[in-house]
C-alpha cells in the first residue's frame, strides 16, 4: 500500500492482517485467497469511502511545508472498527485493553478513534458518548498525539487541550466538550462540585496504560466522572441503600454530622469497581499485570487477555521498527572486595549487599574502565552508522551514577582530544555530591548548560552524540537516530523492554542497532521482551483478601485504635467546601500519637515492616478498587487513615542503605565480555509472573560485615585466572612497602611516578612463583602496558586507604 505514486523510487508499506502467531503476511483463507479481504471488506464501496471521509489525513511539516497523506494500516483500521461495533452492540460500560506494538501508530489510532467515538449514536439516534477524554499520564501533554487528534477535527471547537490547569479540565466537562484531551495529574484538583454527570457517559482513552491507572489520580477521576445514579439494575443504588442499612444497626450515632459523614464515604466507595457509564479504551504495547487485570478481556475459564492484538513480532517483520536484540553483547564484572576496618560490625544482610553493590558500581575504577570502553567502541564502531549521525544512549542505575560517569566520560574524552564527541546528561531535580572536593548541588542544566525542555531538540543535533540518563529519556523517548545502548543498570520485565526500544525507531540509514551490557545477562533480557514479543497474559490474579491480611498484620502492632481512625475520617471525609484551614492541624493532631508510638517500638525490623505492609496496603486497596467494589466503609476509612499516617511515618533505619565505604575496599577488578549475538525469541504468548499473594514482609536477617563480604565475593568473584591471583599478590606486596604506602597519599598522578620506580623490582621478587607472566611483563611492552592499566589503580586505592 502506498499514498504517493514516484514510478521506481515509490515506497510501499505492508497492509497484512497478520497471522496468529503475531507473525507478518496473511492467514491461508478457506476456498480463497489470502488477500481476498482486501477485495471483499477493505475496498468495498461503503468500506472505501468510510476510509477516505474518516480516516484519510493530509499532515503538513509547518518548517518545510512538506506534505505528506496518511492512510491507516490494517491494524489501525480493524482496532477501530471492531471497537465501535462492540460499543454499538454491548451499551453499558466496558473497558478495552489494546496491546499494539511500538511502531504501530499509536497517536494516529487513538486519534481516530476518539474522533469515530464522538459521533457514534445508538439505535434512537441519542450519542453514546457525550464526552470522549484523552488521557496520557505524562506530565506533560504528548505533542505527537495532540497533532493527530487535532488534525482530524473536520469542526471547530470539537477538541480541547487542557494544558493549563485543572480548572480548565472543570469547565471543560462542566460544558460537555466532545473531545477533551489532558493529563491524568490533573483530576485530583477537579471542582467536582461543578460537574454534573448524572446520565452522561464518557469513553476514556489511556494513552499508554500502565499502573499509574491504579493509582490516586486514576482513582479522582473515577469519583469525579462516575455515575452514581445510573440505575445499572438498581445496584448502585441498591448498594448505598445497603451500606445505610448496614451503618444504622452498627452505629447508634445520630448526629446530623456523622450521618453526612457515612454519606461521603458511601459515595466514593460507590464510584469503585466497574462504572456502568465509563467505557475504557486502554492503549499499551507492554501491559502489566495491574493493566491486564484492569483493562483485560475476561475470558471463561481463563485468565484476562488483550482485546486486540498488534504484535511486535509483527511491527518488526514489517519493518516499522528494529529488532533491538538483533546484536547484543553482554559483559560480566569480577571483582573482589576486602574488609578494612578491624571491627566486625553487624548489618541486615539485604540492605548490606545493596550497600556494597552501590560502593562497586560507583568506584572510580569501574566508572573509568567502562567510560573507555564506551567511548573507544563509540568511535570505532557506531559514528560512521546512519551516514555519520549515528547516536547512543547511556543507561545509568542512579542520578549519581550519570552524574560520576558523566564527569568521566569529559575527563576521557580531554584527554583523548576526542574533539567531536559531545555529551549530555538527563536527570530529574537536584544532584549533590563531594566529587571535587565540596559538597556542590548539581542539575541537569547546570551541567548541559541549557534549560532541560531544549534536551530533545539539542540531542537532535550535530554538536551532542551521547547521551546519558537516569530514570529519565527511558519510555516516550522518540529519537530515530540512536543506533547503539549502553547498559549499566539492572533491568527486568516491562522496564526492559520499554528502556531497550529507545533504539527500535526507524529512519533513513539506519539498518540495525547494537546493544552493549555491562549488567544484564542474556537470559535476563530473553526473558524480559519474550513475555511481550506475541502478546501478553497473567499467571495468576490479585486475590481481594490480600488486603484483610495486611489489616490484620498493621492492626496487630497495635499503634491506633478504631477512636483513630474514625476521629481522623469526620475531618478526612467532610466535604470540601465545609473544611477550614483548622482541619489539618485536627489530622496531624489525631496522627501525631500514632507516629510516636511507631518510633518507640524498639525493633527496626518491626519499624520496617509495618511501614512497608502500610504502603502495599494503599497500593493494593487503590488497585483493587478499579475492579471491584469492597462493601466495606470500615476498610474505606482504615484506608484514607493509612494515606495520612504514611506521609507522617519517618523511613526507618532498617530500610536504609547502610554507609560501609569506609570499613571495605576493592582489592581486584575485571570486565570480561561473556555473550555476543542474537537474542531469539519464540513464537508464544507470554505470561507475566505473580509476586507472592500475601503482601507481608519478609525478614531480612542480621550478618557479620566479613560473612556478607565473602559470601558476596563467592558469587561475584569465582571467575578469577591465574593471572587474576598473581595481580592480587603484586597489589598486596605493594601494600606491605611502607614508603609506597606514604607516597599513595599523593594523587594518583603523583604516585604513577613512584609505581613506575618499584614495579619492576616487585615483579622480578615473583620470578620463582609465576616465571610465564614476569618474562611476558618485563619482555613485551604491550602486555606491561595492558596489565599497569589495570594494576595501578587498584594499587592506589588499596595503599591511599590504608
Known amino acids: 500500500m502506498t499514498t504517493r505514486l514516484d514510478k521506481l523510487d515509490t515506497h510501499f508499506l505492508p497492509f497484512n492482517r497478520g497471522h496468529a502467531d503475531g507473525s507478518a503476511g496473511n492467514p491461508p483463507i478457506e476456498g480463497d485467497y489470502r488477500t481476498s479481504y482486501?477485495?471483499?471488506?477493505?475496498?468495498?464501496?461503503?468500506?472505501?469511502?468510510?476510509?477516505?471521509?474518516?480516516?484519510?489525513q493530509v499532515q503538513k511539516d509547518k518548517k518545510n511545508g512538506h506534505e505528506w497523506i496518511i492512510f491507516p494500516r490494517y491494524h489501525q483500521l480493524d482496532v477501530v472498527r471492531k471497537l465501535v461495533a462492540d460499543v454499538k452492540q454491548r451499551g453499558s460500560g466496558h473497558s478495552y485493553l489494546i496491546q499494539h506494538s511500538a511502531g504501530s501508530g499509536k497517536s494516529n489510532s487513538i486519534a481516530w478513534l476518539a474522533h469515530h467515538l464522538e459521533s457514534i449514536h445508538d439505535a434512537d439516534e441519542q450519542v453514546i458518548f457525550h464526552s470522549i477524554i484523552v488521557i496520557t499520564d505524562r506530565r506533560v501533554l504528548d505533542k505527537q498525539l495532540q497533532r493527530d487528534i487535532f488534525s482530524m477535527e473536520h469542526k471547530r471547537g470539537v477538541v480541547v487541550r487542557v494544558s493549563r490547569n485543572a480548572k480548565q479540565l472543570t469547565s471543560a466537562l462542566e460544558k460537555g466538550q466532545r473531545i477533551i484531551v489532558c493529563t491524568l495529574q490533573k483530576f485530583p484538583f477537579v471542582d467536582v462540585q461543578r460537574i454534573c454527570t448524572t446520565g452522561r457517559r464518557f469513553a476514556i482513552i489511556v494513552d499508554e496504560a500502565h499502573s499509574s491507572q491504579s493509582g490516586k489520580a486514576s482513582e479522582r477521576m473515577k469519583e469525579v466522572l462516575a455515575d452514581i445514579s445510573a440505575d445499572g439494575g438498581e445496584t448502585i443504588e441498591q448498594r448505598l441503600h445497603?451500606?445505610?442499612v448496614a451503618e444504622a444497626r452498627a452505629e447508634e450515632e445520630t448526629p446530623d454530622r456523622d450521618e453526612e459523614l457515612a454519606d461521603e464515604i458511601r459515595k466514593q466507595i460507590a464510584a469503585h469497581g466497574r462504572q456502568e457509564n465509563l467505557f475504557f479504551f486502554a492503549f499499551t504495547a507492554t501491559p502489566k499485570q495491574k493493566t491486564l487485570e484492569m483493562f483485560g478481556t475476561a475470558v471463561p475459564g481463563k485468565k484476562p487477555v488483550p482485546w486486540h492484538i498488534y504484535s511486535m513480532r509483527q511491527a518488526?517483520?514489517?519493518?516499522?521498527?528494529?529488532?533491538?536484540?538483533?546484536?547484543?553483547t553482554t559483559y560480566e564484572t569480577y571483582f573482589q572486595l576486602g574488609k578494612k576496618t578491624k571491627e566486625n560490625p553487624e548489618y541486615a544482610k539485604k540492605q548490606a549487599n545493596k550497600a556494597l553493590g552501590k560502593y562497586m558500581s560507583l568506584h572510580p575504577h569501574n566508572l573509568r574502565q567502562k567510560t573507555e570502553i564506551i567511548v573507544e567502541h563509540f568511535r570505532s564502531h557506531v559514528m560512521g552508522q546512519i551516514g555519520g549521525r549515528a547516536k547512543a544512549m547511556i543507561v545509568t542505575g542512579?542520578?549519581?551514577?550519570?552524574?560520576?560517569?558523566?564527569?568521566?566520560?569529559?575527563?576521557?574524552?580531554?584527554?583523548?582530544?576526542?574533539?567531536?564527541?559531545?555529551?549530555?546528561?538527563?536527570?530529574?531535580?537536584?544532584?549533590?555530591?563531594?566529587?571535587?572536593?565540596?559538597?556542590?548541588?548539581?542539575?541537569?542544566?547546570k551541567i548541559n548548560k541549557f534549560p532541560e525542555d531544549q534536551l530533545p531538540e539539542n540531542f537532535a543535533g550535530s554538536d551532542y552524540q551521547l547521551l546519558l540518563v537516569a530514570e529519565k529519556y527511558q519510555r516516550g523517548f522518540d529519537q530515530p537516530l540512536l543506533h547503539t545502548m549502553y547498559v549499566d543498570k539492572q533491568l527486568s520485565g516491562v522496564k526492559a523492554v520499554q528502556t531497550l526500544s529507545r533504539i527500535n525507531r526507524m529512519c533513513k540509514g539506519k539498518t540495525d542497532t547494537f546493544i552493549l551490557d555491562f549488567v544484564n545477562t542474556r537470559e535476563d533480557i530473553q526473558k524480559a521482551f519474550q513475555e511481550y514479543y506475541i502478546s501478553t497474559t497473567v499467571s495468576d490474579t490479585t486475590d481481594p483478601n490480600v488486603v484483610y491480611d495486611m489489616k490484620n498484620f498493621l492492626d496487630g502492632a497495635m499503634l491506633y485504635d478504631e477512636r483513630d481512625i474514625d476521629a481522623l475520617a469526620k475531618v478526612?471525609?467532610?466535604?470540601?467546601?465545609?473544611?477550614?484551614?483548622?482541619?489539618?492541624?485536627?489530622?496531624?493532631?489525631?496522627l501525631?500519637?500514632?507516629?510516636?508510638?511507631?518510633?518507640?517500638?524498639?525493633?527496626?525490623?518491626?519499624?520496617s515492616d509495618f511501614r512497608r505492609t502500610l504502603v502495599k496496603f494503599i497500593r493494593s486497596y487503590s488497585f483493587l478498587t478499579h475492579i471491584i467494589c469492597f462493601d466495606d466503609v470500615k476498610l474505606h476509612k482504615f484506608y484514607a487513615f493509612a494515606k495520612a499516617l504514611v506521609r507522617k511515618i519517618p523511613k526507618d533505619r532498617a530500610e536504609r542503605i547502610p554507609h560501609i565505604e569506609s570499613d571495605v575496599n576493592l582489592q581486584y577488578y575485571r570486565l570480561q565480555r561473556v555473550y555476543e549475538g542474537s537474542i531469539g525469541l519464540e513464537a508464544r504468548e507470554g505470561v507475566l509472573p505473580y509476586g507472592s499473594q500475601s503482601g507481608l514482609p519478609l525478614t531480612d536477617e542480621k550478618e557479620k560485615l566479613s560473612e556478607i563480604i565473602r559470601s558476596l565475593n563467592e558469587r561475584l568473584g569465582t571467575n578469577f585466572t591465574e593471572m587474576d591471583k598473581v595481580l592480587e599478590q603484586l597489589v598486596d606486596d605493594m601494600s606491605a612497602d611502607e614508603e609506597l604506602v606514604l607516597r599513595a597519599k599523593n594523587t594518583?598522578?603523583?604516585?604513577?611516578?613512584v609505581y613506575d620506580e618499584n614495579i619492576m623490582n616487585i615483579v622480578l621478587r615473583r620470578m620463582t612463583q609465576n616465571q610465564e607472566f614476569c618474562e611476558k611483563y618485563l619482555d613485551d611492552d604491550e602486555f606491561r602496558g595492558e596489565i599497569d592499566k589495570v594494576l595501578l589503580p587498584l594499587v592506589y586505592e588499596r595503599l591511599s586507604q590504608m
Open 38 to 56: 482486501l477485495w471483499k471488506e477493505v475496498l468495498q464501496k461503503d468500506s472505501l469511502l468510510d476510509i477516505l471521509q474518516r480516516f484519510v
Open 242 to 244: 445497603e451500606y445505610a
Open 316 to 328: 518488526i517483520e514489517e519493518h516499522f521498527i528494529c529488532d533491538v536484540l538483533e546484536n547484543y
Open 398 to 445: 542512579s542520578r549519581l551514577h550519570a552524574l560520576r560517569y558523566y564527569f568521566e566520560f569529559e575527563q576521557y574524552i580531554r584527554k583523548m582530544g576526542y574533539d567531536d564527541l559531545g555529551v549530555l546528561v538527563a536527570f530529574s531535580g537536584v544532584v549533590k555530591d563531594d566529587i571535587t572536593g565540596d559538597l556542590v548541588e548539581y542539575t541537569e542544566e
Open 572 to 590: 478526612f471525609f467532610r466535604e470540601k467546601k465545609q473544611q477550614s484551614n483548622m482541619d489539618l492541624a485536627k489530622l496531624n493532631a489525631f
Open 592 to 607: 501525631d500519637p500514632v507516629v510516636e508510638r511507631y518510633r518507640k517500638l524498639s525493633d527496626e525490623q518491626e519499624q
Open 748 to 753: 594518583l598522578d603523583l604516585f604513577k611516578i
